[in-house]
């Protein structure tokens, strides 16, 4: 059974750092693509970045380029996102995801499986 966890978010103020965590089970995780996606209230879960199974290929969001890096740790099992310079618009619930296979890093209905999410507020 895959199982995420998710964790390291929190309140925060406008320029801010924070780093979450996502330990998974249940799987190879030194095979799998990871991704973290984040979804506001009243609107859909998206993209935020993605790191490939060798932590070789990376990507991100236009909007959060030069501020966030995701990176993985294989001989822990996690996957990391290092969130800087905050923003009130990067509030929301942040899960991360298992891709098995495929090249469709930015769409939410090619992952596999999710974690519980971890919630982010930045305050203005």
């Known amino acids: 059974q895959v199982q995420l966890v998710e964790s390291g978010g929190g309140l925060v103020q406008t320029g801010a750092s924070l780093t979450l965590s996502c330990v998974a089970s249940?799987?190879?995780?030194?095979?799998?693509?990871m991704g973290w996606f984040r979804q506001a209230p009243g609107k859909e879960r998206d993209f935020v970045a993605a790191?490939?199974?060798?932590?070789?290929?990376?990507y991100y969001v236009d909007s959060v380029k030069g501020r966030f890096t995701i990176s993985r740790d294989n001989g822990k099992n996690t996957v990391y996102l290092q969130m800087n310079k905050l923003k009130p618009d990067d509030t929301a619930v942040y899960y991360c995801?298992?891709?098995?296979?495929?090249?469709?890093?930015?769409?939410?209905?090619?992952?596999?499986?999710w974690g519980q999410g971890t919630q982010v507020t930045v305050s203005s």
């Open positions: 995801a298992v891709k098995i296979g495929g090249n469709s890093w930015r769409e939410a209905g090619k992952y596999d499986y």
């Open positions: 790191i490939s199974w060798s932590g070789t290929f990376l």
């Open positions: 249940g799987l190879t995780f030194s095979s799998a693509d």
